[in-house]
């Protein structure tokens, strides 16, 4: 096996947990018939903004290996599309990074998120319920990178904020809300 693949035989914690109890319980309470209608998570989007790399190029190296160390994947560089004078912008810069996880990262990195980066947030109150796309997409953002254990907070210099999306099979908010609530997303009351 090659480094830096996942093992095949390794499944984690809450993948085991939504095949065995999160797809009844959302069958029942989603009412769906067929197993394959239950709402799944396709996939994970990091993406960290970093407007401030147009001043400093060292902060895209920083972003690149803070969101590869956090996501357990290499993060592309992402670059400018078109030149915007107001922002001091050319076309081709570089001005961020992002990272898609899938498979068992996926369950992986969102594990690790709500079990142990969620709880290190300061003054967390829960994610608001209202960042649904109406496509059954979630998007919410982070402010500061050391909430990640896997972060070495004494190398910090610059805290930098990432978005995250996760992008589920269901078609409307309802359905997706109801999968992130039964796999433990903390959610405002």
């Not at 480094?3 to 035989?9: F, S």
């Not at 400018?80 to 990195?109: D, H, P, Q, W």
């Not at 910090?156 to 990432?162: A, I, P």
């Amino acid at each position: 096996m090659s480094e830096g693949t996942v093992n095949e035989k390794y499944i984690p914690n809450l993948l085991k947990f939504y095949r065995e109890t999160a797809v009844k319980q959302l069958m029942s309470e989603l009412s769906k018939k067929n197993v394959m209608q239950v709402p799944k998570i396709t996939k994970v989007v990091i993406n960290m903004g970093l407007g401030q790399a147009t001043q400093d190029p060292k902060i895209i190296e920083k972003g690149v290996k803070d969101l590869t160390t956090i996501a357990g994947q290499k993060a592309k560089v992402t670059r400018a599309r078109k030149a915007i004078s107001n922002f001091k912008l050319r076309e081709g810069v570089a001005i961020g990074c992002c990272v898609t996880l899938r498979r068992a990262r996926m369950y992986e990195f969102l594990e690790r998120f709500i079990t142990v980066a969620v709880p290190r947030i300061r003054d967390f109150r829960g994610f608001s319920a209202h960042s649904f796309d109406h496509r059954g997409n979630y998007t919410f953002g982070i402010t500061d990178q050391t909430i990640f254990p896997e972060i070495d907070i004494d190398r910090v210099e610059k805290t930098l904020g990432m978005n995250i999306t996760i992008c589920t099979s269901s078609d409307n908010d309802k359905g997706a809300f109801a999968l992130l609530k039964v796999l433990g997303f903390p959610f405002k009351k």
